[in-house]
């Protein structure tokens, strides 16, 4: 089956730019999450989807950040406007859903985002 | 609240010599902890995963965890390193039912020709 599948992989932008990216989940796979990842860190949660209802967005910066998932399938995470700080590599995962403890969550291969 | 601690920022082996990934881990009950490996320019894959059944979980290519409650200890070892493994480990732990997952910040594998 295709993985998750992630669209630009790589962008580059002037600070105060708008940007936006996508992201397609495993067919089938009914929660999609957002995870930011800093240079040398660990990814670290965004937003969380169940179908189209954001479930958990908490730590998504909401004055400059927001997220949608329509039709409770594929995914977009923009930023507006971006900010240096934001220079990083941004995540898609995707599960089965049903709140199955342990699920296996399945990563996209991120979109590196360079604010000049 | 949960966490991972991991130990050690870079490992360097030779080839053929056995790995071994350090983490400990901090939850609030009984946690889901996870290896995942990230090579470069690809998206991260899971290696294995430990639910409170056996302690000693085996996954893919050769990875084998323990889980060790009296030391809150994950680590990772793999009995003989190969070229390919070569990647950033991460360790993981699940908040549970909502499986929001908690990463720690990484261990950068080398392996030695």
């Known amino acids: 089956e295709a993985g998750v599948v992630q669209s630009p992989r790589y962008k580059i932008i002037e600070k105060k730019q708008p940007v936006a990216f996508w992201c397609n989940p495993i067919?089938?796979?009914?929660?999609l999450y957002w995870y930011l990842q800093n240079l040398g860190q660990g990814p670290e949660l965004l937003i969380r989807?169940?179908?189209?209802?954001?479930?958990?967005d908490s730590q998504l910066p909401k004055d400059r950040f927001s997220a949608e998932r329509l039709k409770g399938v594929d995914s977009t995470l923009k930023i507006q406007p971006a900010e240096l700080g934001d220079s990083a590599v941004y995540l898609c995962?995707?599960?089965?859903?049903?709140?199955?403890?342990?699920?296996?969550?399945?990563f996209g291969p991120g979109t590196r985002l360079l604010v000049l | 609240a949960q966490s991972v601690t991991q130990l050690d920022s870079h490992v360097s082996v030779s080839e053929g010599t056995p790995v071994l990934l350090r983490c400990n881990y901090s939850s609030s009950y009984s946690p889901s902890l996870f290896w995942y490996v990230q090579h470069p320019n690809k998206g991260l894959q899971l290696l294995l995963k430990?639910?409170?059944?056996?302690?000693l979980v085996k996954g893919i290519n050769g990875f084998e965890a323990e889980f060790k409650k009296s030391e809150t200890s994950f680590h990772l070892t793999k009995p003989s390193a190969h070229m390919s493994d070569a990647a950033e480990y991460f360790c993981?732990?699940?908040?549970?039912?909502?499986?929001?997952?908690?990463f720690g910040t990484g261990t950068r594998l080398t392996v030695i020709p």
């Open positions: 993981v732990v699940s908040d549970g039912g909502a499986n929001n997952l908690f």
């Open positions: 430990y639910t409170s059944a056996a302690t």
């Open positions: 989807y169940e179908n189209e209802e954001a479930v958990d």
């Open positions: 995962a995707s599960s089965r859903g049903g709140r199955v403890a342990a699920e296996t969550q399945y």
């Open positions: 067919s089938g796979h009914n929660t």
